[in-house]
Every structure is written in structure tokens, then in C-alpha cells.
């Protein structure tokens, strides 16, 4: 069974539903550790309800980012993690853990690529006006969600969309795409993916 590590910055939705479905067994993984750089993030108390291990790392503590992924780096190895997945971990990923998991770093992001990358996605996309945006699932490279897509589920803008409406129906999306795609991705079935 491979083993994955999530990374996560804010409240684990999405590392919820990974662990969730790994533990239902509809995705044939083990959740090995939750990586999170904010000591106060719901991630944390998530993974100590799902009972998975969290290193909780703040990089302001490492004198640079570099020091910083090689103590993560170091934590991934002697669990012997398959893949690192992101799932709203909020820094980009540096030379130490690219170079060590090669193609094996993925991310879901809050709209269709390449359409409104990095911060706020949702607030990009209604402030711009667009009938329509979504999901991406996308591999991990030096760039700010830039990496080849993996994945897309578009979502419709409707008229008098919240901020807050509009995240709802795309994390619902998320939950299940998620999990979903990484079952392909982790079992040999990732032509199917698309």
C-alpha cells in the first residue's frame, strides 16, 4: 500500500476527505502524516481526530527554506512516503523536496487552470466576472500552480454568487475529486484520469 503525506495550511477539508476515504478503503493508500506549517490550523486538530500522525513545522524556526524542507524531507523518508500531496498548504514547494519526489507532488487548486492561480482563486474569479470556473488537479513543479494538470472539474457562476456560495459548491467538488483521482494516480489507472 503506498503511503502518502498531506500537506496542509488552513482548516483539512480536503485532507479530511483524502483520510477519510483511505480509511473507508475507497482509496487504497495510508494517510502516514499531515505536514502543516501553522501550529493553529484545524488541519492539526483534523489529523489528531483521525488519529494520523502531524509534524507541525514553522518555517519562521529554520534559518532558511531549504533547512526547512530537509527536516520535513528527513521525517519523509524514515516513513518511507510514497507521495506528497497538497491540499491548501499555502508556500511553494522548494528544490529539496522537488528534487526528492519527482513527479510525486500533486496540489488541487481553486479554479480551471490556468485561469486565476495562487491566492483567493474564488475572489479572482468573481471579480472578474467569469460564468464559470472549478477545480484543478495539477503535479507540483517550481512554479505558482503551474505544473501540468492532472484533473479539471468546471463549476457554474451564478447570478449573485457569494464568496462563500461558490467556495461550498467547488470544496464539494474537491471532496470527491480528490480521493478520487489519487486512487488512479496511486494504482496504476492514471490514463483514465482525464
Known amino acids: 500500500m503506498k503511503k502518502i503525506a498531506v500537506f496542509a495550511s488552513g482548516s483539512g477539508g480536503n485532507f479530511q476527505a483524502i483520510a477519510v476515504a483511505a480509511q473507508s478503503g475507497s482509496l487504497n493508500a495510508e494517510i502516514s502524516l499531515l505536514v502543516c506549517d501553522k501550529p493553529d490550523a484545524f488541519a492539526v486538530d ?10 507541525v513545522i514553522s518555517p519562521k524556526n529554520y534559518a532558511s527554506k531549504e533547512a526547512y524542507e530537509e527536516e520535513i524531507l528527513q521525517r519523509l523518508t524514515s516513513l518511507q512516503v510514497d507521495m506528497i500531496v497538497l491540499a491548501g498548504y499555502m508556500r511553494l514547494i522548494g528544490p529539496i523536496l522537488l528534487n526528492a519526489y519527482v513527479g510525486k507532488i ?3 487548486h481553486p479554479s480551471l487552470l490556468p485561469a486565476f492561480p495562487g491566492k483567493d482563486a474564488i475572489g479572482q474569479a468573481l471579480a472578474a466576472g467569469v460564468k464559470t470556473t472549478g477545480v484543478t488537479i495539477h503535479y507540483v513543479d517550481e512554479g505558482m500552480d503551474t505544473g501540468p494538470a492532472i484533473a479539471s472539474a468546471a463549476v457554474d457562476i451564478i447570478a449573485g454568487e457569494t464568496h462563500e456560495s461558490l467556495q461550498r459548491k467547488i470544496q464539494r467538488i474537491e471532496h470527491s475529486l480528490y480521493p478520487e483521482v489519487l486512487e488512479k494516480l496511486l494504482n496504476g489507472k492514471e490514463e483514465a484520469v482525464q
Open 106 to 108: 500533486i496540489n488541487i
Open 46 to 55: 483534523r489529523a489528531e481526530m483521525l488519529g494520523i500522525p502531524a509534524l
